[in-house]
């Protein structure tokens, strides 16, 4: 039976220089030649070619500056944490051809029909203005696809999960290692990762898939 867990919250306890560095990480991984040359091949994510998911992985960083930069929620609105976000995400109640995700998939195949050059200039336009969204930032953001009230940082771990996830997956796509983001960046999303797993699959399952993989089920996976 799943453990029960404290809610998990990084709230006042985020390295935001990370953030900034693994964005620079990503722009470096999107202009690579490799990238650059299979944008139109399939990914290694079904149904998104290497350009839509290139795009949707600089689209990560770009959310936390718009999201950094609306207006703030009401005073006193009740903050949802970084495990309730994702139990209420509706993209994982859906299998891939739900309408979620069919969604991000078609946006990010539209965006990317404009070209290697647009998604890096997202990138840059995005890093001239993350270090002053960072530093002026509230200490509670709307998430605006949510309707839901989070701390900032909080919110920022959810967008640092989507970059290390994707980064892996783009640079597999094009057969690159994957970047060595900065601990500050990985750390928490291994963190939720682990947090989620056992919420989903329990902790004896988690602790035998790292220590005694004879006993392992098959899959301790986070989603």
């Not at 970059?163 to 094009?174: G, Y």
């Amino acid at each position: 039976m799943p453990a029960t867990l404290p809610p998990l919250t990084f709230a006042d306890d985020l390295d935001r220089a990370a953030l900034v560095a693994a964005t620079r990480d990503v722009a470096t991984l999107v202009a690579r030649r490799e990238v650059v040359d299979a944008w139109d091949a399939e990914s290694s994510c079904a149904g998104m070619s290497v350009g839509a998911l290139a795009h949707h992985l600089a689209l990560q960083p770009r959310r936390v500056v718009e999201v950094l930069t609306a207006p703030a929620p009401a005073p006193g609105a009740a903050l949802v944490t970084v495990d309730a976000h994702y139990a209420q995400a509706v993209w994982l109640q859906e299998d891939l051809d739900g309408p979620s995700n069919v969604g991000v998939r078609t946006r990010s195949q539209q965006a990317a029909a404009d070209g290697p050059a647009a998604v890096d200039g997202m990138l840059a336009a995005t890093l001239a203005a993350l270090d002053g969204a960072l530093a002026h930032a509230s200490t509670t953001v709307l998430v605006p696809w949510t309707g839901a009230a989070m701390a900032t940082d909080d919110y920022l771990v959810t967008r640092l999960l989507e970059m290390v996830v994707h980064a892996d997956d783009l640079a597999s796509s094009v057969g690159l290692p994957t970047p060595e983001l900065p601990a500050g960046a990985v750390v928490p999303v291994l963190r939720t990762l682990t947090d989620l797993a056992v919420r989903r699959h329990g902790q004896a399952a988690l602790v035998r898939t790292l220590t005694r993989p004879q006993r392992a089920p098959a899959t301790v996976a986070a989603f």
